[in-house]
């Protein structure tokens, strides 16, 4: 459980370097909101997104995608991980999906500040959640990311989005 902690931790660690490396240096990373993701692999993809709010208002940004999951899936789990200029910025994240019942199930919540400094805050968060067996099972799921930042600031984001069983 312990390497699994660090492994947790070092990709927490990684996301917010890349985070600041495209909020904080990367000028066309400022230039406007944006969205990207990358799939690692079936059920695991990752959502990323940046914002620059003017000085007159603020921004939100609202990210998703469908990704595939491992055949029979019954869990949906989900880290947020976020870098923002202000620590009013807000980040929420969501893996939600459709059970072969109709009935759905999801994973999600909204970060909380792990450090605050002179230059940003970063904000992490971690859901899951299960099916029984007699919910059924999926084979997509959907993966959300949601920032929201005050006026003339500027945030990234990551939502890490598993399902499986």
């Given amino acids: 459980m312990d ?7 070092a990709k927490l660690l990684l996301t917010a370097a890349m985070l600041a490396a495209s ?4 000028p066309q990373a400022r230039a406007e909101a944006s969205c990207n993701t990358v799939s ?3 059920g695991v993809v990752q959502v990323y997104g940046s914002v620059n709010a003017n000085a ?15 055949k029979s899936s ?15 910025s807000v980040v929420a994240v969501d893996n939600s999906a459709l059970l072969s019942t109709g009935d759905e ?10 450090s605050s400094g002179r230059k940003g805050t970063v904000s992490t968060c971690n859901a899951s959640a299960q099916s029984t067996p007699t919910q059924g ?7 959300s990311l949601f920032i929201d930042t005050p006026a003339g600031t500027r945030a990234g984001a990551s939502a890490t989005c598993f399902c499986g069983t």
Avoid at 23 to 26: N, P
Avoid at 74 to 88: I, N, Q, T, Y
Avoid at 105 to 114: D, G, K, Y
């Fill in 137 to 143: 099972s999926s084979d997509t799921s959907q993966c």
């Fill in 40 to 42: 690692f692999f079936p």
């Fill in 3 to 9: 390497y699994l902690n660090r492994a947790i931790g």
């Fill in 74 to 88: 019954r869990k949906v789990e989900v880290f947020g991980a976020g870098l923002a200029s202000s620590p009013e």
């Fill in 23 to 26: 909020v904080f240096a990367a």
């Fill in 56 to 70: 007159g208002a603020s921004e939100s940004k609202f990210c998703t995608t469908s990704f595939a999951c491992p």
């Fill in 105 to 114: 199930i999801s994973a999600n919540c909204q970060t909380a500040t792990v």
